[in-house]
């Protein structure tokens, strides 16, 4: 039987991520074989992920990078706030959100290497080693044939890391430093007016009659006779419609200028017209229904597991 050295040890636990007793059974179990040792644990570790993965993973950490004409925003969750502070975690954090310039879509990047695993199994492995649900929950890349994809992290904790990610795509030929300064403006409205949609004709359209349902239902409750209701339908939707469309929206920071407006009017100061083509707004754990339960109810729980 091989001896299993302190040397040996190390070497699985800084490959792996176990603890030390973990490491050294499954060597001992392995008879040494480090290759073998390693999928033992990760095959440990998996089932450790599947117990945890039926828990609300709402927390964790909002990742941007853009480099020149391209740029990607990543989502990946967490049980709680304390593993998003997690060195390790924004590490990983950071480094796929670079990977996801390399890729379309998020099962690509699920599957692109990782220091010679995948995306996927090395978060696997980092449920087992933290002990929390974690998941890489969406993805989005925005890229133009010229100009700028600019980023902006909202609550940022650290570099590019932070509750709320979003990218502006601008195509322009213009002064890029310049491009990307309107960018930067842009994404910062964005972050703050949660748009719905760029412009009127990307409107989600089930959205939008269940829009006007509510404002005919309302005004009917209200006892307006139904052809005046019929009347002011069309003004209230395009009411609507300013408040959800980015370029309809009224730029924040000056309270006048629609963001339409000052893409428009950019061109002079940029050297070339300006076209917003797409953005990207990412917010941690948006949608996700969180579990609420109370102090009391937590402790009842505890004493009777």
């Given at each position: 039987?091989?001896?299993?050295?302190?040397?040996?040890?190390?070497?699985?636990?800084?490959?792996?991520?176990?603890?030390?007793?973990?490491?050294?059974?499954a060597?001992t179990?392995?008879d040494?074989?480090?290759?073998?040792?390693?999928?033992h644990?990760?095959?440990?570790?998996?089932?450790?992920?599947?117990?945890?993965?039926?828990r609300?993973?709402?927390?964790?950490?909002?990742?941007?990078?853009?480099?020149g004409?391209?740029g990607a925003?990543?989502?990946?969750?967490s049980e709680?706030d304390?593993v998003?502070?997690?060195e390790?975690?924004?590490?990983?954090?950071r480094?796929?959100?670079e990977k996801a310039?390399?890729v379309?879509?998020?099962?690509?990047?699920?599957?692109a290497?990782?220091?010679?695993?995948?995306?996927?199994?090395?978060?696997?492995?980092?449920?087992?080693?933290?002990g929390?649900?974690?998941?890489?929950?969406r993805?989005?890349?925005?890229?133009?044939?010229?100009?700028?994809?600019?980023?902006?992290?909202?609550?940022?904790?650290?570099?590019?890391l932070?509750?709320?990610?979003?990218?502006?795509?601008?195509?322009?030929?213009?002064?890029?430093?310049k491009?990307?300064a309107?960018?930067?403006?842009?994404?910062?409205?964005?972050?703050?007016?949660?748009?719905?949609c760029l412009?009127?004709d990307?409107a989600?359209?089930?959205a939008?009659e269940?829009e006007?349902?509510?404002?005919?239902?309302?005004?009917?409750?209200?006892?307006k006779?139904?052809?005046i209701?019929?009347?002011?339908?069309d003004g209230?939707m395009k009411?609507y419609?300013?408040?959800?469309?980015?370029?309809?929206?009224?730029?924040?920071?000056?309270?006048?200028?629609?963001?339409?407006?000052?893409?428009?009017?950019?061109?002079?100061?940029?050297?070339?017209?300006?076209?917003?083509?797409a953005?990207a707004?990412?917010?941690?754990?948006?949608?996700?229904?969180k579990?609420?339960?109370?102090?009391?109810?937590?402790?009842?729980?505890?004493?009777?597991?």
């Amino acid at each position: 039987m091989t001896q299993i050295t302190a040397s040996m040890v190390k070497e699985l636990r800084e490959k792996s991520g176990a603890g030390m007793m973990d490491a050294k059974k499954a060597l001992t179990e392995m008879d040494g074989d480090m290759e073998a040792a390693v999928d033992h644990l990760r095959k440990k570790g998996m089932a450790k992920a599947d117990k945890k993965s039926s828990r609300t993973a709402a927390e964790g950490l909002v990742a941007i990078i853009s480099e020149g004409t391209t740029g990607a925003v990543v989502e990946v969750n967490s049980e709680t706030d304390f593993v998003a502070r997690n060195e390790k975690f924004q590490t990983f954090v950071r480094n796929i959100s670079e990977k996801a310039l390399t890729v379309d879509d998020k099962d690509a990047l699920l599957a692109a290497d990782y220091e010679g695993k995948s995306v996927s199994d090395t978060l696997t492995d980092m449920v087992a080693t933290i002990g929390e649900h974690m998941t890489v929950r969406r993805m989005e890349k925005l890229s133009v044939t010229d100009g700028a994809v600019v980023g902006y992290v909202h609550n940022a904790v650290a570099t590019n890391l932070g509750k709320i990610g979003v990218l502006v795509a601008l195509e322009s030929t213009g002064d890029k430093a310049k491009l990307e300064a309107l960018g930067k403006q842009i994404a910062m409205h964005v972050a703050a007016a949660f748009p719905q949609c760029l412009s009127a004709d990307q409107a989600d359209q089930v959205a939008l009659e269940r829009e006007r349902n509510i404002i005919r239902e309302t005004a009917l409750a209200e006892g307006k006779p139904a052809e005046i209701v019929e009347k002011m339908l069309d003004g209230r939707m395009k009411k609507y419609l300013k408040e959800i469309c980015l370029m309809d929206q009224i730029f924040v920071m000056d309270g006048e200028t629609s963001i339409a407006n000052l893409v428009k009017n950019a061109a002079a100061d940029v050297g070339a017209p300006v076209e917003l083509k797409a953005y990207a707004r990412v917010q941690l754990g948006e949608g996700i229904e969180k579990e609420v339960e109370d102090f009391a109810a937590e402790v009842s729980k505890v004493a009777n597991g």
